[in-house]
């Protein structure tokens, strides 16, 4: 959990997601330094699996908070989200998807090669 200093909580923000190209503020979980830095680095979490378990969640079926397993250092943890993170993530999620698939197909159109007139 947070901690206080000079009367504030204090915390820190990292990436949940890292197939993402864009910075998204969906994407992003508010962890005690402890955590944060397990996560960023003694993350032993299968992330495809995790990934996909948050992504294909039928928005439908969406209405409580979620729970996710992860493992960090060694050890089992769980990463609980709200109804509508998951919601807000799943959308960054297709929209950074529709994004980046038009980046690619435009620079294939234009590293096509260009004859001489």
């Known amino acids: 959990m947070p901690f206080q200093v000079r009367a504030s909580d204090y915390f820190e923000k990292i990436e949940l997601l890292k197939k993402m ?5 969906q994407n992003r979980l508010a ?8 996560y960023q680095h003694a993350n032993d979490t299968h992330m495809e699996r995790l990934e996909e378990e948050i992504l294909t969640q039928p928005i439908d079926a969406i209405t409580r908070e979620l729970e996710f397993e992860v493992q960090l250092a060694g050890r089992p943890e769980s990463i609980l ?29 234009n590293s096509r090669p260009r004859w001489p007139k």
Request: glycine content about 4%; aromatic content about 2%; overall charge negative.
């Open 81 to 109: 989200l709200t109804a509508r993170h998951v919601v807000d993530l799943q959308g960054a999620f297709g929209m950074d998807l529709t994004v980046t698939a038009e980046i690619t197909r435009t620079t294939r159109l």
């Open 31 to 38: 962890l005690c330094p402890v955590c944060a830095a397990k």
């Open 21 to 25: 190209e864009e910075l998204h503020p």
